[in-house]
């Protein structure tokens, strides 16, 4: 099946052929007919499958007929992050350039004034983040009783993200009569829920998330010990030919802390997480994508939906604790044909989260670092060795310092050695 057999008008399928698309993958064509049918949907996807577009292109299509009224948008998406409504917006741009549909981008950390004044134009299509748009709403600076498309997509990241109440009070103010369009990897009990309180008789399309990483990744662990892990990472990076990588951590703290650490030794990587401002998010996925930036450290959440062309390797320095968010992780590399390369560094604390990893994609190669703690020298400035993975050292940092509030897990064994003791409760 061709685009052209979708129901999609003449001006969009020339935009879809000049970006070089021909056939659109299953979610597109499973979704693009019946979205053009104004019928309810839910689609079932992981981020990479071509989700965005499989409800961008019909909505353009659909929009394109009307005009928008001051403060009175005529769709709403709804996207958990700024990044991932950012990346909504260009989809429209690059696939709308032969209509004349405006938009607005309503996400935090950017100017509420300019927002506004995009707003009292008149916008076809809004794609914000809850949290804005109810800002805005509240306000009395935008009307939503003439959406006539609702879009709410990565339902589940919204569940994880503490959205579903934003999203039920978001939907009370939109009008009965809307289309409504879910989108979302997985389906728990309370998406499922929200999709049978406010979707009407919608039509489920499914795709099989990935059983498995694809071919063209070569996906392998490392046994550490947790004391070793920066060192045997650095030596990774030292060892592999990286053109670009993703630096894959679990928590916000880490991805700080490991970011200034890797800078520290000289190669070019950045932090990307949820506590940065919204200026320096944008320039610094600008830079990761334009190659000024070589390593980007990052969360699953900061990163979900990112997508970079040409990635050559992925690292997870943590473990995921989700066995499919491993496959999504991964799955950054070796995308459109390339080959690419995954290493995860694994303790003896991962043993379960490894166990469920293995049980989803089958063995995987496992090697044993020589990770025997050891001190390295301190330098006085970054090595002038020759690699792809560094630059001359400078790369500013674009991470805050990590949260004052410390649990209790995270504070280090060595904080409780003899040293700390009075002298009479010395061993």
Not at 330 to 340: E, H, M
């Amino acid at each position: 099946m061709n685009f052209t057999d979708l129901g999609l008008g003449e001006d969009l399928l020339k935009a879809i052929e000049e970006i070089g698309y021909t056939t659109p993958t299953p979610i597109q064509e499973k979704s693009i007919p019946i979205i053009l049918m104004a019928r309810d949907l839910i689609g079932l996807a992981q981020t990479g499958t071509g989700k965005t577009a499989s409800f961008t292109l019909p909505m353009i299509e659909m929009l394109s007929s009307g005009r928008a009224r001051s403060r009175m948008p005529r769709s709403l998406v709804l996207a958990p992050t700024r990044e991932l409504a950012a990346q909504v917006g260009e989809n429209f741009d690059k696939y709308g350039k032969y209509h004349k549909l405006s938009k607005a981008l309503l996400v935090g950390g950017e100017s509420m004034g300019d927002q506004i004044k995009i707003l009292e134009k008149g916008v076809d299509v809004l794609i914000a983040t809850p949290g804005r748009l109810l800002d805005l709403f509240d306000r009395g600076q935008i009307l939503l009783s003439d959406i006539k498309v609702l879009v709410i997509d990565e339902a589940d990241r919204m569940l994880d993200m503490g959205f579903i109440p934003d999203i039920e009070k978001i939907i009370s103010l939109l009008p009965m009569t809307r289309q409504t369009l879910l989108f979302s990897a997985t389906m728990p009990d309370e998406i499922k829920n929200l999709s049978e309180k406010f979707l009407s008789n919608p039509k489920t399309v499914s795709v099989a998330p990935p059983a498995s990483p694809a071919k063209t990744v070569d996906h392998r662990m490392m046994e550490v010990s947790s004391k070793s892990k920066k060192t045997v990472l650095k030596d990774l990076i030292d060892r592999e030919d990286v053109k670009n990588a993703f630096v894959f951590c679990n928590r916000k703290k880490d991805v700080d802390m490991l970011g200034r650490w890797l800078r520290d030794k000289g190669f070019s990587a950045a932090s990307l997480h949820g506590d940065m401002i919204q200026s320096k998010r944008t320039e610094t996925l600008q830079a990761f994508k334009d190659g000024e930036i070589v390593l980007l450290v990052c969360s699953d959440v900061a990163a979900r939906g990112l997508d970079v062309s040409g990635v050559s390797h992925v690292f997870n320095f943590d473990v995921p604790f989700n066995a499919d968010d491993y496959v999504h992780r991964i799955g950054r590399t070796g995308r459109a044909g390339l080959k690419g390369k995954a290493w995860s560094l694994i303790t003896e604390d991962d043993e379960k989260f490894v166990a469920a990893i293995r049980k989803l994609v089958g063995e995987v190669p496992t090697e044993k670092a020589k990770d025997e703690p050891r001190e390295e020298k301190k330098e006085s400035a970054p090595r002038q060795k020759s690699s792809p993975s560094r630059n001359s050292g400078n790369t500013k940092s674009s991470g805050r310092p990590p949260s004052r509030h410390t649990r209790e897990e995270d504070v280090g064994e060595d904080s409780f050695n003899d040293d700390n003791l009075p002298a009479f409760l010395r061993r």
